[in-house]
Nanobody, 118 residues
Framework: QVELVESGGGLVQPGGSLKLSCQAG?????????LAWYRQAPGKQRELVAS??????DYDDAVKGRFTISRNGGLNAVYLQMDSLKPEDTALYYC????????????WGRGIQVTVSS
């Protein structure tokens, strides 16, 4: 099993920046191949924001050029640097992980709130 714990959320003004962190732990953490960030806004479906593995890094079109996903060498921590934030980025952000290169959400964190508002 893998446990994921997010941190770094909060309230930020439009145009501001925020960095989310996620620490992975647990018995099978060494098997993680892919780490990712998802988000879910009120009344909307959960969507993939960005994912990273040894093979590739992907971003949703809505965040390309503004968000940067990164990880540590051991693949047990993942970060999301969010710049030029917009009100539409307001959502509950979830860290996710997978033991596959072709999936990203076998395991979920509890989520952390990001609110972009003046």
């Amino acid at each position: 099993q893998v446990e994921l714990v997010e941190s770094g959320g909060g309230l930020v003004q439009p145009g501001g920046s925020l960095k989310l962190s996620c620490q992975a732990g647990g018995r099978t953490v060494v098997n993680i191949k892919t780490l990712a960030w998802y988000r879910q806004a009120p009344g909307k479906q959960r969507e993939l924001v960005a994912s990273i593995s040894n093979l590739r890094t992907d971003y949703d079109d809505a965040v390309k050029g503004r968000f940067t996903i990164s990880r540590n060498g051991g693949l047990n921590a993942v970060y999301l640097q969010m710049d030029s934030l917009k009100p539409e980025d307001t959502a509950l952000y979830y860290c996710a992980a997978s033991e596959s290169y072709y999936s990203s959400n076998d395991y979920w964190g509890r989520g952390i709130q990001v609110t972009v508002s003046s």
